[in-house]
């Protein structure tokens, strides 16, 4: 798994760089694992293509836009999470356990475990998301 303890410049959830109090440019090292989060909710976010260094990894959430709320949509969006995660490595396949419950007509609930190598055994990433099937918002909790 790549990239777990480095630092990187903070994007907000638009993209856009994240500017201090003092106006200098905002970094990930206030928290422990501030870059490798930003980077799950940056793949989980984005369509392919999105990024023109990195293309690939976004999850393509969108394609599901518009499908019912039901067992198969939430599987192809579990599908999509897990590949946007395992694309080049970032990732391995078998530390990421992705859960899903609908919550409303139009609202799934993700919840994204990724076990952590090297900072404890019992370390793990838990990330919960709500993607909207009518309209294509994703709001990380």
Request: aromatic share 8%; hydrophobic share 40%.
């Amino acid at each position: 798994m790549r990239g777990l303890l480095d630092i990187d410049l903070r994007w907000s959830s638009s993209g856009d760089f994240c500017i201090s109090q003092i106006g200098d440019l905002e970094d990930t090292s206030s928290t422990k694992l501030g870059s490798f989060l930003q980077e799950v909710q940056t793949r989980i976010r984005s369509d392919l293509y999105d990024w023109a260094l990195q293309p690939q990894i976004g999850s393509g959430l969108s394609e599901i836009v518009g499908e019912p709320n039901n067992k198969e949509t939430a599987e192809s969006g579990k599908a999509m999470i897990i590949a946007s995660l395992t694309k080049d490595g970032f990732v391995e396949n078998e530390r990421i356990r992705v859960r899903y419950m609908p919550i409303s007509r139009h609202t799934i609930f993700y919840n994204v475990l990724i076990s952590l190598p090297g900072i404890s055994e019992t370390d793990i990433l838990n990330l919960s998301l709500l993607f909207t099937t009518n309209d294509f918002e994703i709001v990380f909790m």
